[in-house]
């Protein structure tokens, strides 16, 4: 069972432009919602970070914009360079009991030049 | 800071071969978790490990053992290896006590098994 559902599995984006990456979720305990940015040959690092009492969180270029309703959440880049270009995993936990990181599949995102 | 060290970074195994992988916690850090990544798939949670004790488990068989040591450091071990453990093997640590940071990755150990 796939509890964290990721879409799209791959994006080209032109420079400038602002890619958007969606995730929905099934458990109803998640409460805490990371971004991690996977470039080739490295380990994930953590990006941005939500909690779902938060509806939006900006750190610099990225947003995370989450709807506990609907059980989703999104990651926006703006102004999106070449160098962003890596594979991106939306995730979720349940802090406060077991720690353990549930990642979506992923999205390989290609910037232009 | 040296951040979360594995050992080593690559390593080609036969079938029915054993393995141990290792890794080594960022400084403050008291948990290690363990993942492995096939290619093309998001990390899959194995174990976790605090105060030397597996404190809980992904969906993986017996073969698939760790252990952590007094120093926080921890060894990731597959038994009777098939081919598809081939993979991505990524080591995670954290605090999880007062003041609980947020996992760091290490870079992995990329195992294949021929």
């Known amino acids: 069972q796939q509890q964290v559902k990721q879409s799209p599995q791959s994006l080209i984006v032109q420079k400038g432009g602002i890619p958007i990456i969606n995730c929905a979720y099934e458990?109803?305990?998640?409460?805490?919602f990371p971004w991690y940015q996977q470039f080739p040959g490295k380990g994930p690092a953590l990006l941005i970070a939500?909690?779902?009492?938060?509806s939006e969180k900006k750190e610099g270029r990225f947003t995370i914009s989450f709807n506990k309703s609907a059980k989703q959440f999104s990651l926006h880049i703006m102004d999106s360079q070449p160098g962003d270009s890596a594979t991106y995993f939306c995730a979720a936990s349940i802090e406060g009991r077991d720690d353990k990181i549930i990642f979506g599949k992923g999205t390989r995102l290609h910037i232009l030049p | 800071d040296a951040g979360v060290t594995q050992s080593p970074t690559h390593l080609i195994k036969t079938r029915g071969q054993q393995v141990t992988l290792r890794c080594s916690p960022k400084?403050?850090?008291?948990?290690v978790s363990w993942y492995q990544q096939a290619l093309g798939q998001g990390p899959q949670f194995i174990f976790q490990?605090?105060?030397?004790?597996?404190?809980q488990r992904g969906n993986f068989p017996d073969r698939f053992s760790g252990h952590q040591f007094p120093n926080y450091s921890s060894e990731l071990n597959v038994n009777a290896l098939l081919l598809g453990d081939s993979a991505l093997y990524l080591c995670?640590?954290?605090?999880?006590?007062?003041?609980?940071?947020?996992?760091?990755f290490g870079q992995g150990t990329r195992l294949t098994v021929v």
């Open positions: 400084s403050g850090h008291d948990t």
């Open positions: 995670a640590s954290s605090h999880l006590g007062a003041g609980r940071t947020e996992a760091f």
């Open positions: 490990y605090y105060e030397e004790e597996e404190r």
């Open positions: 458990n109803t305990a998640f409460d805490y």
């Open positions: 939500i909690r779902p009492d938060v």
